[in-house]
């Protein structure tokens, strides 16, 4: 495989973009080589600009539950693109994507739109504080909530494929704020409420980790997370950037029957324009302003395209069948990593939540970060390879999920699987 147009772009784009790149997980830093840079997408495959072909297992970094370029999406941002690309004003989509959302999420009663996870996270723990009166966080070890100070502690994702659990920049003042649990481990966020008595404001959590690789909540983790949260007055926040819409229509809350205080979305709700948003109960969504003292503002939020690709997606993924076939894909794909690694004699531990899975070099359960970041990343960087040469491509870190979007095929699937078990065999 040639990535010769490939490398000439990242050289270009390294003496501009630091390392090449506009997100750092995309500079292929934890896995070595040259990003493919990508130059169109249809379905589940992506073309880069060497014109190598690819079966795409990212999708944007979840979004994409639809493919590339669904038609609807396509279709309704161009019509809105027509009539204008941005007002800054009040618009009709705006109301039909909250009337969406909020009837896929019972706990979200009022929301507001913003640009993206990080802001919709950075937003929601600012009314949380406002509403409490309290200023201390509680996240956890290996979640990641996008990259506003203070939530850049013992962060998953990219900070974590990059050994650098908390970002330098960060005021002390601003990380002090933030308390770490381990997930799946209530007894160390019992322990954070007993040492911070009235101090916190919330939990934040991602209800399904996905961004230290997938890893499920264990068993009465969320419920006993929202009792705690209860007797100490303070709210929990779920993180549904990655899962709302994608584990079950209505998100993790759905599927593990949950009302969360605040929920914050992203991507998913933008059918992968840059968008997001946070809510949740009326009284706490009224310390918003203009209608309470919590201030938050964006120029670009509720913009007109993004609204129209999200009412499209939403309306797609509204759909009888449509979580049935993506929990019937997902399976599939679980069923081809698990027997790829059987037939090889090498040790995966394949956690999956729906459409979302990982597949992680670990030779025994991943259920908490440590389990996740014990893995071989070593092995995951050659696996990676031995994919992407043979037209897979999946994240460029072990601390990542794989998507499988609607677009994919049972075909497809069996394909990689068997290029999975090539890959494996030659570690
Ligand atoms: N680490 C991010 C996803 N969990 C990467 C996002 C991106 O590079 O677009």
């Not at 999420?105 to 507001?112: D, N, T, V």
């Not at 990080?118 to 201390?136: D, H, L």
């Not at 649990?181 to 996905?210: M, T």
């Not at 939403?314 to 698990?338: D, H, I, M, N, S």
Request: hydrophobic share 45%; net charge negative.
């Amino acid at each position: 495989m040639r990535l010769d147009n490939s490398e000439r772009l990242f050289a270009r784009a390294r003496r501009l973009i630091p390392g090449g790149v506009n997100s750092p997980v995309r500079s292929f830093g934890a896995v070595g080589g040259t990003p493919p840079f990508i130059v169109s997408g249809s379905g589940a495959r992506v073309r880069d600009a060497d014109g190598n072909e690819y079966l795409d297992f990212v999708g944007s970094w979840g979004p994409l539950v639809l493919g590339h370029a669904h038609p609807s999406v396509v279709e309704a941002v161009q019509r809105a693109a027509a009539d204008g690309t941005s007002f800054g004003a009040p618009t009709e989509r705006e109301l039909e994507l909250a009337e969406l959302i909020t009837r896929a999420m019972p706990s979200i009663e009022m929301l507001r739109l913003v640009n993206s996870g990080t802001e919709a996270a950075m937003s929601a723990i600012r009314i949380a504080r406002a509403y409490t009166g309290r200023s201390k966080l509680i996240k956890f070890n290996g979640n990641y909530h996008g990259h506003a100070d203070g939530l850049l502690v013992k962060a998953g994702s990219g900070a974590a494929t990059y050994g650098v659990p908390t970002s330098a920049g960060v005021p002390l003042g601003y990380a002090a704020e933030t308390l770490v649990a381990e997930y799946n481990d209530l007894p160390s966020v019992e322990a954070l409420f007993d040492a911070n008595v009235n101090q916190i404001a919330a939990v934040i959590v991602e209800p399904v980790a996905g961004n230290m690789g997938v890893v499920a909540p264990a068993d009465g983790f969320l419920a006993g997370l929202h009792r705690l949260c209860d007797d100490n007055g303070a709210l929990l926040i779920f993180d549904e950037v990655i899962t709302g819409f994608r584990v079950a229509y209505g998100g993790a809350q759905e599927r593990y029957r949950m009302r969360p205080d605040l929920t914050c979305l992203g991507k998913i709700i933008g059918g992968g324009l840059p968008v997001g948003a946070y809510g949740g109960r009326a009284d706490v969504m009224q310390m918003a302003a203009p209608l309470g003292p919590a201030y938050q503002a964006g120029t670009l939020s509720g913009n007109p395209l993004a609204t129209a690709a999200g009412i499209a997606c939403l309306q797609e993924l509204a759909k009888p069948g449509v979580y049935e076939a993506l929990e019937a894909l997902g399976a599939e794909t679980e069923a081809g990593l698990r027997a790829a690694g059987d037939a090889v004699g090498v040790e995966v531990t394949v956690n999956r939540v729906g459409s979302a899975l990982t597949a992680f070099f670990a030779g025994s359960p991943v259920t908490t970060w440590e389990e996740a970041a014990s893995s071989d990343t070593g092995r995951y960087a050659a696996f990676f390879h031995g994919l992407l040469q043979r037209g897979v491509y999946v994240a460029p870190s072990q601390f990542e999920a794989a998507f499988v979007s609607l677009a994919h095929t049972s075909e497809g699937i069996a394909f990689a699987a068997e290029q999975a078990r090539e890959a494996m065999a030659s570690l």
